[in-house]
Structure formats: C-alpha cells, structure tokens
C-alpha cells in the first residue's frame, strides 16, 4: 500500500488491503474508486465507482477499516454516506473509452500502474495507466489517465492521453451508466456537451436507500446524447494523434447540500 498523501482535507489512496487495490480519491464533497488488477473479473472495468457522502470528514480510511473489523459490507450501509452506485462493466460515474462503430470499447484491464503528481491540502493530482489492449479489429489504444481533484469541488478534472495504432483518428466517450432496467433515472440533463442524471440509488442489495444521487460529464465541443440501447449518457469527441480528451466528472448525494435535482442541474449549467 502506498502512503496517503499528508493533506487535511484531500487524499488519494492506493493498493488499499481490505479491497485488493482500488484506487481512491477523495476531498470533502465527493469520494469514489478506481478498479485495479486485483479485481478483474470481478469487474474488468474502468467505470468510476461514485460513493456519497456528507460534506466535511475524510471517510474513506473509516470505512475500510470497519469492513475489514466489523462487517464486510460496511461501506454499503449509511454512515454519513456509503457506496450505492453499481457499475459492473460500464463507465460508472465518468470513465472514458474508445467510440467505434456505436460500441463502447472497454479496456482489457484495469489499471496497472498509477502516479501521483502532487499533493497539497486543497488539490491532488494523479495519473492511472491501462495498457495497451485491442479495442476493434486492427485498433490498438492504451491510455494514461490524469486526474486532478481540489477541495470544494463537486468535479474532478480528468485529461486522457490515448495512444492509438491502426486508424488515423480515435473517438473517445466520457460517461456515465444509466441503470434505465431498474428504473433509477428519474430526469436526465443533456446540452452542448453536458449530460447529467438525477436518480435513486441502483445498488440496493444491502440496503435501501431515500436520497437522490446527481451524477454529470462535462466535455467542452463534444457530442453529446443519450444512447438507449448502450443504457449510457454520452459526451464524444474525436482525436487525432498528439491530443488529449479533456473532461470532468462529478457527484452529489441529496442528503449533502444539493437537494434536488434542480440544484444539481443548475450547477452543471453554471460550468458550461
């Protein structure tokens, strides 16, 4: 496990023991996870696993150490906040991979590798790396992801360098899944490559739970759409080798300070 940075009120996490070697960040709005090598299978998947929280207190470190101590399922209960967003295989809560022919083309792995920039009390910065895997016949892509998370701050700010092979542009999609099958999605937000959701929880299989979460991807000049038959909210945009894709993700849990859906819809406007 690698140290967590020295900082007050934003921390990332890595290798953690009691759940293989996720990768969580984290300040004091929003928290949620990466997958790493360990958990593949069980999901390959490069999706963002969006926890709520209150505003304030670090809680990450807490609940681990409670699902190793107590219950293993603890950080699926509400203590101020828990994990209740399911992601499987899918983008989760912001993840990014190619576009080809109407397909979302899920990396082999998870991450393998990572880096942290820098870290201060109000800002982290750190890069997650997958290898090179094929993502349609004859196209080969691997990517290092950088993300950079600030205190107060409902959004991470992600830049993705794509090294691609076999096609002389690669479209990129930035996401979130919908759950549509379970009916979460209550209201959707999509305009000028903006998408945002407003829905329940849609991993209720320890818990029920009565809050609302938001859940929004904001790409500057992108493409934007709801793709039914994908089960996905879509930001797209394509690239030429040397550039990057450059977007951000973002959460809110309606027990928190955004309320409803209109609060949350509004602050996506406001970043536009």
């Not at 759940?19 to 999706?47: H, K, Q």
């Not at 903006?194 to 739970?209: F, G, K, L, T, Y």
Request: with cysteine; hydrophobic share 35%.
């Amino acid at each position: 496990m690698c140290s967590p940075p020295a900082a007050t009120l934003l921390k990332t996490e890595c290798a953690v023991p009691e759940r293989a070697d996720d990768f969580v960040f984290e300040n004091d709005l929003i928290a949620g996870r990466f997958y790493g090598e360990a958990l593949e299978g069980n999901p390959t998947s490069p999706g963002v696993d969006i926890w709520v929280k209150l505003p304030g207190a670090l809680v990450a470190d807490e609940w681990y150490s409670h699902a190793v101590n107590e219950d293993p399922d603890y950080y699926h209960h509400d203590h101020g906040g828990k994990d209740c967003y399911k992601v499987a295989v899918s983008l989760g809560g912001g993840a990014s991979a190619p576009f080809i022919d109407g397909k979302i083309c899920y990396p082999a792995t998870n991450y393998r590798s990572y880096e942290i920039l820098s870290s201060t009390p109000d800002k982290v910065v750190f890069v997650l790396r997958y290898p090179e895997w094929e993502a349609a016949e004859g196209i080969r892509v691997s990517l290092e992801k950088e993300v950079s998370l600030s205190e107060g701050s409902y959004f991470a700010e992600v830049t993705d360098s794509w090294n691609f092979s076999g096609t002389d542009s690669l479209t990129v999609a930035a996401g979130i899944k919908l759950h549509s099958a379970q009916g979460t999605v209550q209201e959707t937000l999509n305009e000028n490559g903006r998408v945002a959701i407003w829905e329940s929880a849609s991993d209720q299989s320890i818990e029920p739970e009565d809050g609302m979460l938001g859940v929004a991807v904001l790409m500057d000049g992108a493409c934007s759409f709801f793709c039914e038959e994908l089960d996905h909210a879509l930001c797209v945009k394509t690239i030429v080798p040397g550039e990057t894709v450059s977007y951000s993700f973002g959460s809110c849990w309606s027990k928190g300070n955004i309320k409803t859906s209109s609060d949350w819809f509004s602050l996506v406007r406001s970043l536009m």
